[in-house]
């Protein structure tokens, strides 16, 4: 399918007038509509609940607007927390999914009333400890080992992932939270990452559903959920065919009717954890070309960098280039766009047939609205950018501001740097 930027050339040159590039650009028309197509995929069944993986683009203002359609909050860590709680989003609307979890976190997760799913069967102990007791609503997160296969092959390694307890210690654990007064019961489980194929959910969830009856034939324990975690993928590649949700959808809802109603379990809600899904397509990174090199190879340099998105440098993912204005353009030009760290991997594209770039262009890196802002990071002292939303009315609104050079210097009061600095340099 052809790849589109949200945003034309002129509506991204006015936006640049007041925010200067690079920055986070995010499509409220495209999260309203693809929230609600979420919603409605899995309104057949009564207590569904999307929790947003905050992790993926942990912006308060974005995280309002999937609250609008239902959605609650999965958090992984206590800053996840305190934006959640911020946000005005907490109790049961949170779903806390971490794994190494330091003991203040389950104590901020208790203290908001978020459903706790333990990564581990040891965390019991520990939660028991620091907490004084246990939640009456718990869930574990299960890992099967081995590889995760669908009917076109392997799909990913859960055997080489270190989440979740295995199917022993699912059952043990179940019979010792039971014990120990725990009545409420939810299973989760993430075994593929970026799916690309509407069959990862309905497989995942025929086989949650059948352990699930399983744990509840064995442990007696009463389950109220079950969490399919994230993985629905996104089309990064222009030939790719995106999911449909609808799909998905009504192929969890077969399993469903075909494993967990015949067992008496139709009461079961179903939750998810998407983070891509959700908001990936809608978010792109807007960057202007300053430089072209031309020594071995063709480079167009940009204002962004890895910083501001990290996916081409650590997974070697491909996010598709769209030139503004030159949409139509053949793509006769073949670029490596790079960045500016001093690191070889700064290369939002490598050999990319693209059409002639100048300096002074806009180039929109598409699909950066999940996983792009939040793995953002501070090397060769490069600072974050802005986020900013595109209004249904094609108005902006920023989201965040960009960060400063008095934000990177912020951890070293010890050094009372500010005094130090040179006050031309603070102005
Ligand atoms: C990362 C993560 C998600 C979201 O994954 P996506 O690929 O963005 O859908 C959901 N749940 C947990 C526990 C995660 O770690």
Redesign the pocket.
């Known amino acids: 399918m052809e790849k589109k930027a949200f945003i034309s050339k002129e509506q991204a040159e006015k936006i640049a007038q007041e925010y200067p590039t690079p920055f986070h650009l995010y499509d409220e028309k495209g999260i309203r509509e693809n929230a609600r197509r979420v919603k409605e995929a899995f309104a057949w069944n009564k207590g569904f609940r999307e929790y947003f993986?905050v992790?993926?683009t942990p912006n308060p203002f974005l995280m309002q607007i999937l609250h609008e359609y239902g959605c609650g909050m999965?958090c992984?860590s206590l800053t996840e927390l305190m934006l959640s709680e911020a946000a005005g989003i907490t109790g049961e609307e949170v779903m806390f999914?971490s794994n190494e979890t330091p003991a203040g976190e389950y104590e901020k997760a208790a203290a908001m009333n978020a459903i706790i799913n333990l990564d581990d069967i040891t965390h019991i102990e520990f939660l028991e400890k620091t907490l004084g007791r246990l939640p009456e609503k718990m869930s574990c997160r299960f890992n099967p080992g081995g590889t995760f296969e669908i009917s076109n092959g392997i799909m990913d390694n859960p055997g080489d992932a270190k989440y979740g307890m295995t199917r022993e210690q699912l059952f043990e654990a179940f019979r010792i939270l039971k014990r120990k007064g725990v009545k409420e019961f939810g299973i989760?489980a993430?075994l593929a990452?970026?799916t690309v194929t509407n069959d990862y959910y309905p497989v995942l969830a025929a086989e949650l559903f059948r352990l699930a009856v399983e744990l509840r034939d064995k442990t007696g324990a009463d389950i109220r959920f079950i969490n399919l975690?994230?993985?629905?993928?996104v089309a990064y590649l222009p030939e790719q065919t995106g999911n449909d949700i609808h799909v998905i959808g009504e192929g969890v809802r077969r399993v469903y009717e075909s494993i967990l109603i015949p067992a008496g379990m139709g009461d079961v809600a179903i939750y998810t954890?998407?983070?891509?899904?959700m908001l990936a397509p809608y978010g792109c990174l807007v960057t202007r070309a300053i430089h072209e090199k031309h020594i071995y190879k063709e480079y167009i340099g940009v204002d962004a960098c890895a910083a501001n998105l990290m996916r081409p440098a650590m997974y070697g993912s491909y996010h598709h280039i769209t030139v503004l204005g030159k949409e139509n353009a053949p793509c006769d030009h073949m670029y490596d766009v790079v960045g500016s760290l001093c690191e070889n991997n700064d290369k939002f594209a490598i050999d990319r047939a693209l059409p002639k770039i100048e300096p002074g262009d806009l180039l929109v890196i598409h699909d950066t609205g999940?996983?792009g802002h939040s793995m953002g990071y501070n090397y060769n002292g490069r600072l974050r950018s802005a986020e900013v939303l595109l209004r249904e009315d094609g108005s902006t609104q920023l989201i965040r501001r960009a960060e400063t050079e008095l934000d990177y210097f912020a951890t070293l009061d010890c050094f009372d740097i500010y005094n130090k600095l040179a006050k031309t340099d603070l102005m």
């Not at 954890?273 to 899904?277: K, L, S, T, V, Y």
């Open positions: 993986a992790k993926a999965d992984s999914s989760h993430f990452s970026n975690s994230g993985g629905v993928g954890e998407m983070g891509r899904f999940a996983h």
